[in-house]
């Protein structure tokens, strides 16, 4: 209890003091992006990871707040409703909850293939409406507000990023203690119960309709948070905000953060937000690394990167987990290097320019000379990587057993 | 005081016929077991009176109600409790999980999303009395699907009666169990459904004759006696149709 409280109070403290270590433009503005995924990876956890609903069009719950969130900043701005733009990602909520209660009532009927079909084709017709219906949707320019007209919190409008962030932190904050709440509750173990095994639910009293439904409507509703956090952000949203690649974007930050734990969808989150926002700056193949890390890490951390920290719980408590740091090093440094090399050959083989420069090396696309030196490196590295596995496999399985005790 | 009463009960997939007219009266506090080789409809004739599958025609009621059309859940509410018999548990959930979402209904949580499971102390007391009934209350940090087969069926039992259900249907308790197993489980069966209705579906005839007081032979879709196990022992077109040759061949 005194350990929960403990993490608790920790996060809201990471989340509070943030911004006085890291006060640049860019990192403000790369808080809000992440505090915004933050909810909403955690909110599509709540289907894939508690539920066991896998959702390709789960961004129609936060497009959807999103929209609405802006509209409702609009209608502040012209004084039609007179409120703190403080409850916009309420409004978001509210209407992320709305549209689930609605679309969850025939969608959450059966899990599986099912499920995942339907939420694929309600993705598209709401992408497609919003290309029809423009008055509502703004068409390809999507709509945009003004959050410094609405009446002042407290004397703040909200003008400064980091204001925002400080408003953001505190949705957030809320957001992940409810969503981590909700699993502590009959319904949100239920969900849990469903996802290992309909049949049997059923002959415990409970309908697994009804039990994937209220996760189906309480992951409407925090995607519409993060939407109205999206619209208090960036004062405007377009299409793209609930189509299927936001979709699919949300999907990953969860798979790769881990889905069967609580904090998975969190670093997941933090991981693609610094992918999208830093990687970028110095790619335009960001999007490729970014798949070929969803594929790796489906087929070597099934269980994301929050499961490949969790694997080591056991050899922390035994005391032994400073016995694999050398181990991992010989391992991870060419492994580093058969990365490296691997990028720079990609990089040469995109790049349009004549020479660039690759980690303070000079490379030159159109000699002979940088490939052949990368690709040196790549075997070498890749043969000495596979030459130290063993090593990495006889420490792990060192850090992790003790005499005489088989059963864990 | 008739608990559970079938009358005419048909099932046909398709084109075949599994349950041709079945009649059944269980009475409360009975120990009621359900023979026949295989194919005979047994675990059809126990999907019909739990709610997993719909009855082609005829009735079944439960405590004087009609359930022939309900799902399972309004019927586990009811109070009738089962077990399956290929394991059917909350594979990733832990074993203490499993019997505390078992207990949740019955304790009146429902579809909750306004409790907090870890403040509820009568649930998580009658919980641990649970494990420690089936006797996992050690293991009940264990995601059940690292149990040993024999614990799963343990598991498996205990999700059934946690509830504290009138009736319980247990579908071969003992299936795949090496014989000091079965014995324990047989001991724990007794133990745990003591002063509630019992039908259970079972091969092993040593164990039927020994937890039954009354037992019903299903052959073919249909019942050909009900009866003690003294009476069924002795009646040749029982002995004919199924015992016979078990008998002799055990």
Redesign the interface.
């Known amino acids: 209890m005194i350990q929960r409280v403990a993490i608790w109070l920790s996060y809201l403290g990471a989340l509070l003091l943030l911004p006085l270590f890291f006060d640049s433009v860019l990192a403000i503005s790369i808080f809000n992006q992440m505090a915004i995924a933050i909810v909403f990876a955690l909110s599509y956890n709540m289907l894939l990871g508690q539920g066991g609903m896998l959702s390709f069009g789960h961004a129609v719950y936060f497009g959807l707040g999103g929209f609405l969130a802006v509209h409702a900043l609009v209608m502040i701005e012209f004084e039609t409703v007179y409120f703190s733009v403080v409850l916009i990602p309420l409004v978001g909520g509210l209407i992320g909850l709305l549209a689930a209660v609605f679309i969850g009532s025939f969608s959450t009927h059966k899990a599986g293939t099912v499920f995942a079909m339907i939420s694929l084709g309600i993705g598209e017709l709401i992408a497609a409406s919003s290309l029809i219906f423009v008055g509502f949707f703004g068409g390809e320019a999507g709509v945009s507000g003004d959050r410094t007209y609405g009446p002042p919190f407290f004397g703040i409008e909200f003008l400064r990023d980091v204001e925002v962030y400080y408003l953001a932190a505190f949705w957030v904050f809320l957001a992940t203690l409810f969503m981590y ?2 699993t ?7 969900a ?2 469903v ?3 309909p ?9 697994a309709r ?2 994937r439904y ?1 996760s189906f409507c ?1 992951a409407g509703f925090f995607a519409g948070v993060a939407g109205g956090l999206f619209a208090l952000n960036y004062e405007f949203i377009t299409e793209e905000n609930l189509n299927a690649a936001t979709s699919g974007r949300v999907l990953l930050m969860a798979y790769i953060g881990g889905l ?1 734990y609580f904090i998975g969808p969190i670093i997941g989150a933090v991981i693609l937000t610094l992918m999208n926002s830093l990687l970028s700056n110095f790619t335009d193949l960001w999007m490729l690394y970014l798949g070929i890390l969803f594929v790796l890490t489906v087929l070597f951390l099934p269980r994301g990167f929050a499961g490949f920290i969790m694997m080591h719980q056991v050899a922390w408590i035994r005391g032994k987990l400073t016995t694999l740091a050398i181990p991992y090093l010989l391992t991870g440094i060419p492994a580093g290097v058969f990365a490296a090399a691997v990028i720079a050959m990609v990089e040469m083989s995109h790049s349009e320019s004549d020479a660039f420069n690759f980690l303070g090396l000079s490379l030159d696309p159109g000699g002979a000379l940088s490939w052949l030196l990368m690709l040196v490196l790549a075997s070498a590295s890749l043969f000495a990587t596979r030459s130290s596995l063993p090593q990495l496999r006889a420490a792990w399985e060192g850090a992790n057993s003790l005499p005489g005790d088989e059963t864990e | 005081m008739t608990l559970l009463s079938l009358r005419q009960v048909h099932k046909n997939f398709g084109e075949t016929a599994i349950i041709r007219g079945v009649d059944l009266n269980i009475e409360a506090g009975e120990r009621h077991a359900i023979i026949g080789p295989n194919g005979a409809g047994k675990s059809t004739l126990f999907h019909l009176i ?3 599958h719909h009855v082609s025609s005829g009735e079944i009621r439960f405590k004087g109600e009609e359930i022939q059309d309900k ?3 309004e019927i ?2 009811l109070g009738m ?2 077990s ?1 018999q290929v394991t ?6 832990n074993v203490f ?1 499993n019997i ?3 207990l ?3 304790e009146g ?10 403040r509820q102390d009568p649930l998580n007391e009658k919980t641990l009395a649970v494990l420690e009934q089936i006797g996992l209350a050690d293991k009940m940090h264990y995601p059940a699907g690292e149990l040993a087969y024999a614990q799963q069926r343990a598991l498996e039992l205990g ?1 059934a009666i ?2 504290g259900a009138e009736m319980i249907l247990l579908d071969e308790p003992v299936a795949g169990m090496s014989h000091s197993e079965a014995e324990q489980a047989v001991d724990l069966i007794r133990r745990v459904t003591q002063d509630k209705t019992l039908i259970m579906v079972e091969h092993d005839m040593n164990i039927v004759f020994e937890v039954a007081d009354r037992i019903s032979v299903l052959v073919y879709g249909e019942i050909i006696a009900s009866d003690t196990p003294a009476a069924i022992r002795a009646n040749p077109k029982v002995q004919e149709a199924y015992l016979g040759e078990v008998v002799s061949g055990a």
């Open positions: 709440l909700f502590q509750t009959p319904a949100g173990r239920m849990n119960a996802r290992d095994n049949e049997r639910a059923e002959f415990i009293g409970y309908s009804r039990v209220i309480a069967g | 739990s709610g997993l799902p399972p859940y586990s509410r409790a089962r399956f059917n548990i909350f594979a990733r959930l999980e505390r979402c078992a949740l209904w019955p949580l429902r579809y909750s999303f306004w409790h907090l499971l870890g999700i946690a509830s």
